[in-house]
Protein backbone atom coordinates (compact mmCIF):
# COMPACT_ATOMS: atom_id res chain seq x y z
CA UNK A 1 0.00 0.00 0.00
CA UNK A 2 1.43 3.28 -1.11
CA UNK A 3 -0.70 5.73 1.18
CA UNK A 4 -0.80 6.62 4.45
CA UNK A 5 -4.75 5.66 4.55
CA UNK A 6 -4.24 2.55 2.77
CA UNK A 7 -1.75 1.17 5.16
CA UNK A 8 -4.04 1.79 8.17
CA UNK A 9 -6.66 -0.22 6.34
CA UNK A 10 -4.39 -2.69 6.11
CA UNK A 11 -3.02 -2.49 9.48
CA UNK A 12 -7.09 -2.95 10.90
CA UNK A 13 -7.10 -5.74 8.62
CA UNK A 14 -4.14 -7.31 10.09
CA UNK A 15 -5.41 -6.98 13.21
CA UNK A 16 -8.96 -8.52 12.56
CA UNK A 17 -6.64 -11.32 11.28
CA UNK A 18 -4.60 -11.55 14.80
CA UNK A 19 -7.28 -12.14 16.59
CA UNK A 20 -9.35 -14.83 14.47
CA UNK A 21 -5.78 -16.79 14.66
CA UNK A 22 -5.49 -16.58 18.43
CA UNK A 23 -9.63 -18.10 17.98
CA UNK A 24 -8.44 -20.55 15.77
CA UNK A 25 -5.19 -21.70 17.46
CA UNK A 26 -7.50 -22.05 20.37
CA UNK A 27 -10.47 -23.74 18.95
CA UNK A 28 -7.45 -26.17 17.40
CA UNK A 29 -5.90 -27.01 20.42
CA UNK A 30 -9.47 -27.87 21.94
CA UNK A 31 -10.55 -30.22 18.92
CA UNK A 32 -6.64 -31.58 19.41
CA UNK A 33 -7.37 -32.38 22.86
CA UNK A 34 -10.75 -34.36 22.07
CA UNK A 35 -8.95 -36.50 19.61
CA UNK A 36 -6.11 -37.50 22.03
CA UNK A 37 -5.54 -37.16 25.95
CA UNK A 38 -1.54 -37.87 25.06
CA UNK A 39 -1.27 -34.21 25.31
CA UNK A 40 2.15 -34.05 22.76
CA UNK A 41 -0.08 -36.02 20.43
CA UNK A 42 -2.24 -33.03 20.46
CA UNK A 43 -0.30 -30.63 20.14
CA UNK A 44 1.00 -32.10 17.20
CA UNK A 45 -1.98 -32.99 15.52
CA UNK A 46 -2.90 -28.82 16.10
CA UNK A 47 0.45 -27.55 15.12
CA UNK A 48 0.20 -29.47 11.60
CA UNK A 49 -3.31 -28.40 10.71
CA UNK A 50 -2.70 -24.86 11.48
CA UNK A 51 0.62 -25.05 9.70
CA UNK A 52 -1.31 -26.67 6.61
CA UNK A 53 -3.96 -23.65 6.91
CA UNK A 54 -1.09 -20.93 6.86
CA UNK A 55 0.66 -22.97 3.96
CA UNK A 56 -2.44 -23.43 2.03
CA UNK A 57 -3.06 -19.52 2.98
CA UNK A 58 0.44 -18.27 1.73
CA UNK A 59 -0.22 -20.47 -1.32
CA UNK A 60 -3.37 -18.99 -2.09
CA UNK A 61 -1.89 -15.04 -1.60
CA UNK A 62 1.17 -15.69 -3.54
CA UNK A 63 -0.62 -17.94 -6.35
CA UNK A 64 -4.04 -15.29 -6.88
CA UNK A 65 -2.32 -12.02 -5.56
CA UNK A 66 -0.78 -9.67 -8.30
CA UNK A 67 2.07 -6.99 -7.19
CA UNK A 68 1.63 -4.02 -8.51
CA UNK A 69 4.29 -2.27 -9.72
CA UNK A 70 6.45 0.25 -7.71
CA UNK A 71 6.19 3.18 -7.86
CA UNK A 72 10.11 4.18 -8.45
CA UNK A 73 12.90 1.53 -8.74
CA UNK A 74 14.45 0.63 -5.25
CA UNK A 75 18.04 2.14 -5.96
CA UNK A 76 19.18 -0.17 -2.89
CA UNK A 77 19.73 -4.23 -2.57
CA UNK A 78 18.07 -6.19 0.18
CA UNK A 79 21.06 -5.70 3.00
CA UNK A 80 21.49 -1.99 2.08
CA UNK A 81 17.92 -1.97 2.38
CA UNK A 82 17.70 -3.54 5.73
CA UNK A 83 20.50 -1.97 7.45
CA UNK A 84 19.15 1.78 5.91
CA UNK A 85 16.08 0.93 7.84
CA UNK A 86 17.85 0.34 10.95
CA UNK A 87 18.93 3.33 10.76
CA UNK A 88 15.82 5.31 11.03
CA UNK A 89 14.73 6.72 14.45
CA UNK A 90 10.81 6.61 13.49
CA UNK A 91 11.24 3.12 11.80
CA UNK A 92 12.45 1.93 14.82
CA UNK A 93 10.28 3.49 16.88
CA UNK A 94 7.43 2.07 15.35
CA UNK A 95 8.67 -1.09 15.32
CA UNK A 96 9.34 -1.02 19.02
CA UNK A 97 6.05 0.00 19.96
CA UNK A 98 4.22 -2.90 17.73
CA UNK A 99 6.61 -5.38 19.57
CA UNK A 100 5.43 -3.47 23.31
CA UNK A 101 1.82 -3.94 21.99
CA UNK A 102 1.68 -7.33 20.49
CA UNK A 103 3.78 -8.49 23.25
CA UNK A 104 1.30 -7.22 25.73
CA UNK A 105 -1.58 -8.88 24.50
CA UNK A 106 0.46 -11.91 24.25
CA UNK A 107 1.49 -11.23 27.91
CA UNK A 108 -2.19 -10.66 29.02
CA UNK A 109 -3.39 -13.95 27.12
CA UNK A 110 -0.82 -16.23 28.48
CA UNK A 111 -1.34 -14.80 32.43
CA UNK A 112 -5.48 -15.42 31.91
CA UNK A 113 -5.39 -18.61 32.96
CA UNK A 114 -3.70 -17.70 36.08
CA UNK A 115 -5.59 -14.53 36.88
CA UNK A 116 -8.56 -16.82 36.87
CA UNK A 117 -7.18 -20.05 38.88
CA UNK A 118 -5.30 -17.51 41.46
CA UNK A 119 -7.60 -14.19 41.89
CA UNK A 120 -10.76 -15.14 40.55
CA UNK A 121 -10.97 -18.59 42.05
CA UNK A 122 -12.10 -20.32 39.20
CA UNK A 123 -9.60 -21.99 36.57
CA UNK A 124 -12.91 -22.59 34.61
CA UNK A 125 -13.11 -19.02 33.64
CA UNK A 126 -9.81 -18.58 31.51
CA UNK A 127 -11.42 -19.91 28.42
CA UNK A 128 -14.37 -17.04 28.70
CA UNK A 129 -11.86 -14.61 29.80
CA UNK A 130 -10.13 -15.18 26.53
CA UNK A 131 -13.05 -15.50 24.22
CA UNK A 132 -14.26 -11.79 26.12
CA UNK A 133 -10.74 -10.56 25.62
CA UNK A 134 -10.30 -11.13 21.45
CA UNK A 135 -14.02 -10.34 21.46
CA UNK A 136 -13.68 -6.96 22.70
CA UNK A 137 -10.49 -6.37 20.86
CA UNK A 138 -12.08 -7.13 17.45
CA UNK A 139 -15.30 -5.60 18.24
CA UNK A 140 -13.14 -2.11 19.02
CA UNK A 141 -10.62 -2.51 15.93
CA UNK A 142 -13.57 -0.28 13.65
CA UNK A 143 -14.02 2.08 16.37
CA UNK A 144 -10.11 2.59 16.79
CA UNK A 145 -9.81 2.62 12.39
CA UNK A 146 -12.47 5.46 12.51
CA UNK A 147 -10.76 7.55 15.15
CA UNK A 148 -7.92 7.47 13.37
CA UNK A 149 -9.52 9.00 10.30
CA UNK A 150 -10.16 11.31 12.38
CA UNK A 151 -7.30 12.04 14.23
CA UNK A 152 -3.28 12.01 13.46
CA UNK A 153 -2.78 7.88 13.30
CA UNK A 154 0.55 8.28 15.78
CA UNK A 155 -2.16 9.93 18.69
CA UNK A 156 -4.96 6.91 17.79
CA UNK A 157 -2.18 4.31 18.67
CA UNK A 158 -0.57 6.07 21.22
CA UNK A 159 -4.36 6.70 22.88
CA UNK A 160 -5.35 2.93 22.44
CA UNK A 161 -2.43 1.67 24.30
CA UNK A 162 -3.17 4.16 27.00
CA UNK A 163 -6.23 2.59 27.22
CA UNK A 164 -4.64 -0.59 27.20
CA UNK A 165 -2.51 -0.22 29.81
CA UNK A 166 -4.76 1.60 31.76
CA UNK A 167 -6.89 -1.47 31.59
CA UNK A 168 -4.09 -3.90 32.83
CA UNK A 169 -3.21 -1.88 35.20
CA UNK A 170 -6.67 -2.15 36.69
CA UNK A 171 -6.38 -5.93 36.42
CA UNK A 172 -2.79 -5.58 37.99
CA UNK A 173 -4.03 -3.97 40.81
CA UNK A 174 -5.90 -5.53 44.07
CA UNK A 175 -9.71 -4.08 42.61
CA UNK A 176 -10.10 -7.89 42.20
Known amino acids: AHSYDARTRLMSFGAVGGVLGYVLGSVAFRLAAKVSSVPAVAYGLAGAALGLLVALGA ?3 GTWLEERPAPRPQPLPDRKRVLW ?5 P ?4 VGAVF ?4 GLTVVSASLPYFAKYRLHDEALASSLMVT ?3 VVGALIPL ?3 VADRWTKAKTYGVSLAVVACGIGLIAS ?3
Request: no cysteine; glycine share 0%.
Open 100 to 103: FARA
Open 133 to 135: LLR
Open 91 to 94: FLLL
Open 144 to 146: WKR
Open 85 to 89: ALRQP
Open 59 to 61: LAA
Open 174 to 176: DTF
